[in-house]
């Protein structure tokens, strides 16, 4: 049996009150039902390493589905349901979500295969995972609550700071561990430990990698660059063979290098001063590594990957993102509004690649002042106001309206009665035809 040890006090000092009331609510209505329930897997080694988690994750030895409406019912919230996984997912009113699944082993019937599935107890459920540290789980039933499970090692891996696989077959059943194994290793600045390492080469060299579909590669990758710091995941990557699975057609080079560097630090400038943009930053991170590639070889990855449309979007129009840099260095002239011209299509994370491609700090200076500028200036005529001044509704709607913000953009404007008399002027100039 596996070591016990109380996580009582670790559980009340390092989860807020409500959740804690939660973990014991589902053990009263595990206990009810006759199952045991546990919280396993990353929110209990995120626990002991003091690393904040709220990511609930429940394991029912009985019947999950039974005890997921249970829970539900005794919370007030919903459970969504998954027969075919015998898992479960209780929404609270509030939105928190708890997941839950039933004990299980998982038989893999041939290499990087997705698995078949059958009910088990915890230590089977447990030993089928992928690393020690991840293999912890704690007990919340009324009798044991609080009573850590760590049948394989995971404490003492955790203290020692290694990843370890829990059989050697584990890397030939499930090659992505491979790139949870250095995401891993990189968050946490743990190690890969020895024997672990070794079979990782050797499945690469075996290349295992070659038979994931590339959906999953993808979501693999993407986990790693939505890392707080991806670039030491990358560099290993690189370093260990595993890139060339990834994207073959990318040299992470030391020009490339650089660049990445600087990421955290224009998302995190952006991020203060330009807050109300959704701003995905494995996106960022993918427009700096695909920058150097030709065209084809980015549609082909495009295509190979199948992102969605937005995303395929943001990747295709990135390509002009270094030649707009280059025009905004060189043209020092361009006021407000040409620059709106040219950066008003562009989305949060070409702002973000834009940023990473100027060199000057005034170029920099400059659309710092566009984004904080196009977030304060606000059109104060509208259509009836150009109706009352005998305008025909219609397309110059559009352009007058248009005009006019570019005009608060460049600091002509500021007030609703300067735009009106702009407007007047515009007519009188016969630059906008009035009604007749
Ligand atoms: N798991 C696994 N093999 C995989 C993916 C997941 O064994 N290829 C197991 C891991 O033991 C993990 C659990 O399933 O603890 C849940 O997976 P996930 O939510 O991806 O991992 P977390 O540990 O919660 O990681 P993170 O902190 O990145 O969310």
Not at 42 to 69: H, K, M, Q, S, W
């Amino acid at each position: 049996a596996g070591s016990s040890d109380d996580c009582r006090e670790i559980l009340s000092h390092r989860l807020p009150s409500r959740i804690q009331s939660l973990l014991e609510i589902a053990g009263v209505v595990a206990e009810d039902l006759g199952f045991m329930v546990y919280m396993v897997g990353g929110i209990v080694r995120d626990l002991l390493l003091g690393v904040p988690n709220y990511d609930i994750d429940l394991v029912v030895e009985g019947e999950g589905l039974v005890f997921a409406r249970a829970l539900a019912q005794r919370l007030g919230g919903r459970a969504r349901v998954h027969e075919r996984f015998q898992t479960a997912v209780v929404v609270l009113p509030d939105g928190f979500k708890i997941d839950v699944a039933t004990a299980r082993t998982e038989y893999y019937e041939f290499p990087a295969a997705l698995p078949v599935v059958h009910r088990s107890s915890i230590r089977e459920d447990l030993y089928r995972r992928d690393f020690t540290i991840n293999t912890m789980a704690i007990c919340l039933n009324p009798g044991r609550f609080g009573e850590l499970i760590d049948y394989f090692g995971g404490r003492k891996d955790l203290k020692e700071g290694l990843i370890r696989i829990l059989y050697n077959l584990s890397f030939v059943e499930d090659p992505t561990r491979i790139l949870r194994a250095i995401r891993f290793e990189q968050r946490y600045k743990f190690q890969i430990e020895a024997e672990t390492l070794r079979l990782a080469r050797d499945a690469i060299d075996r290349r295992l990698l070659g038979k994931l579909s590339h959906k999953r590669i993808l979501h693999e990758l993407i986990l790693i660059l939505e890392e707080k710091d991806p670039l030491p995941a990358l560099r290993r990557m690189d370093e260990i063979g595993v890139w060339e699975y990834v994207m073959p057609e990318v040299r992470l080079d030391s020009e490339t290098w650089i660049m990445l560097r600087r990421v955290p630090r224009v998302l995190g400038w952006l991020a203060e001063r330009w807050l109300n943009i959704g701003l995905r930053s494995w996106v960022v991170y993918l427009l700096v590594i695909l920058q150097k590639l030709p065209d084809s070889a980015v549609e082909e990855i495009v295509h190979r990957y199948r992102f969605d449309r937005d995303v395929t979007e943001i990747l295709l129009m990135g390509r002009e993102v270094p030649g707009l840099a280059v025009e905004i260095e060189e043209i020092q002239s361009l006021s407000m509004s040409d620059l709106n011209k040219k950066l008003r299509k562009l989305s949060g994370e070409h702002i973000a690649f834009l940023l990473l491609c100027l060199n000057r700090p005034e170029s920099w200076e400059r659309v710092a002042r566009y984004l904080e500028l196009k977030q304060d200036v606000r059109v104060k005529v509208n259509g009836y106001d150009l109706k009352a001044l005998g305008l025909r509704e219609g397309p110059v709607y559009q352009k007058i309206l248009s005009d006019l913000y570019d005009a608060n953009l460049d600091g002509l404007v500021k007030t609703y009665d300067e735009e009106i008399e702009l407007v007047k002027k515009w007519i009188s100039e016969g630059r906008v035809k009035d009604d007749g």
